[in-house]
């Protein structure tokens, strides 16, 4: 069975700048969730999604950071304008329902702020 | 709201010694918890979890986690190390209703020495 799948891996890019990420949950997951990790910190829920609708986005701040999931499948989680501390890696997570079970995560992508 | 502690940012255990870490958990009612694993530039890996039933459940990788209500602790222990164990590792706590999601501690990372 294929895993979450996120990209890019690694990203840098500049203050200001914008950036995406793409995840591809695991096939029938209706449930999928965005991470943010700063270094030497444990990874904070930015956004969660239960099928393509939202169920809590109340950590995301929503001045610079969007997230859709369209037709309830793949997701991009997007940052405009970049800030410095915005650099951390991002996790893209899903699961089959709502009711807490167990999260499989991709891999990651790190994005870098300059 | 629901909180986790992981009081040891690091521990070093000697390969073969015996290993436990520390979770503490704020909840108003029983929680799931759950162990994850990180290895680096990884994602996280289920190690474990409790749902309900008994306290001392056992994992993957020979680990295993006793729940205790009166303590509000979740501690992570392991018999004799590996120096593959060597990672991070995440306590999270979710809650049993509605569109719950998982809150995680800040990690501690082992390390192993020969």
């Known amino acids: 069975e294929a895993g979450v799948a996120q990209s890019p891996r690694y990203k840098i890019i500049e203050k200001r700048q914008s950036v995406a990420f793409w995840c591809n949950p695991i096939?029938?997951?209706?449930?999928l969730y965005w991470y943010q990790q700063i270094l030497g910190q444990g990874p904070k829920l930015l956004i969660q999604f239960q099928n393509n609708g939202v169920v809590d986005d109340s950590q995301l701040p929503k001045d610079r950071f969007s997230a859709e999931r369209l037709k309830g499948v793949d997701s991009t989680l997007k940052i405009q304008p970049a800030k410095l501390e915005d650099s951390a890696v991002y996790l893209c997570?899903?699961?089959?329902?709502?009711?807490?079970?167990?999260?499989?995560f991709g891999e990651g992508s790190r994005l870098t702020v300059l | 709201a629901q909180s986790v502690t992981q009081p040891d940012i690091h521990i070093t255990v000697s390969e073969g010694a015996s290993l436990e870490l520390r979770c503490n958990y704020s909840?108003?009612?029983?929680?799931?918890l759950f162990w994850y694993v990180q290895s680096p530039g990884q994602g996280l890996q289920l190690l474990l979890k409790?749902?309900?039933?008994?306290?001392l459940v056992q994992g993957i990788k020979g680990f295993e986690a006793e729940f205790k209500r009166s303590q509000s602790s979740f501690n992570l222990r392991k018999p004799s190390v590996h120096w593959s164990d060597a990672a991070e590792y995440f306590c999270?706590?979710?809650?049993?209703?509605?569109?719950?999601?998982?809150?995680f501690g800040k990690g501690t990372m082992l390390l192993v020495s020969p």
């Open positions: 997570a899903s699961s089959l329902g709502t009711s807490t079970g167990e999260l499989f």
């Open positions: 999270a706590v979710g809650a049993r209703s509605g569109y719950s999601t998982l809150t």
């Open positions: 096939s029938g997951h209706a449930t």
């Open positions: 909840y108003g009612a029983t929680p799931y």
């Open positions: 409790y749902f309900s039933g008994d306290t």
